[in-house]
């Protein structure tokens, strides 16, 4: 059975501090998709990883895959309010089909 | 960048009626089209996959003739939810797949079921 799973699926933190969301996949899918999502709204293209080792950074924001280990993180550094955000990682299997993991809710507070 | 407008955002309906959502690829041509269903504080969890010219393969679970998906052009995929009752309602979103670059999300459609 394919699984995506996330953790922390909460995570409430302080402006300025680091942090990482994990997400470990089920298959040998070498393709990793992060999203963001706010309240209400769709989906938000983070990063696209397509090989072992990839490592890709956008703002405060860093995302890294390990195909072997089947994990890819999502690195957050000095965190803003404006990252307040449900951020989800998805797998590509055959036939394209993406299988999403639950979602980190993550709140930055002042 | 590549854009696919859903449409409407927001439909509220009675139960017992039927429902269409749009999903354009604006500036390019998607042969497949994905659709999505998200409840609240959940994830999205694929209902079925588009494709242009062809019947849509739907996954484990989801009612075929609930849920109509068409794909007639390369750049219009309509998802049709018939005889809605309240536990349809729910956040559609599509998705088109745009090569190396990933997936192009559509802004999604809150549908209420009253």
């Known amino acids: 059975e394919l699984k995506v799973e996330q953790n922390p699926l909460f995570l409430s933190m302080q402006e300025g501090k680091n942090y990482t969301i994990y997400c470990n996949y089920s298959?040998?899918?070498?393709?990793l998709y992060w999203y963001r999502q706010d309240p209400g709204k769709s989906l938000e293209s983070l990063f696209v990883l397509l090989s072992n080792g990839a490592v890709k950074q956008e703002g405060r924001l860093m995302a890294s895959l390990d195909t072997k280990a089947r994990l890819s993180t999502l690195h957050i550094t000095a965190a803003v309010h404006d990252l307040s955000a449900t951020y989800f990682c998805?797998?590509?299997?055959?036939?394209?089909?993406?299988?999403f993991g639950e979602g980190t809710q993550l709140t930055v507070n002042p | 960048g590549a854009v696919v407008s859903q449409h409407p955002s927001r439909v509220i309906c009675k139960s017992g009626t039927s429902v269409k959502i749009e999903c354009r690829s604006l500036?390019?041509?998607?042969?497949?089209m994905f659709w999505y269903r998200q409840f609240p504080k959940q994830s999205l969890m694929l209902m079925a996959t588009s494709n242009e010219g062809s019947k849509a393969t739907y996954e484990q679970g989801v009612e075929k003739d609930k849920f109509l998906i068409n794909h007639a052009s390369l750049t219009l995929s309509t998802l049709t939810v018939t005889s809605a009752h309240p536990e349809d309602s729910s956040f559609y979103i599509c998705s088109a797949l745009q090569g190396i670059d990933g997936y192009t999300f559509g802004s999604g459609t809150r549908l209420t079921v009253v």
């Open positions: 500036d390019f041509q998607a042969t497949t």
């Open positions: 998805a797998e590509e299997t055959s036939g394209s089909r993406l299988t």
């Open positions: 298959t040998t899918s070498d393709r």
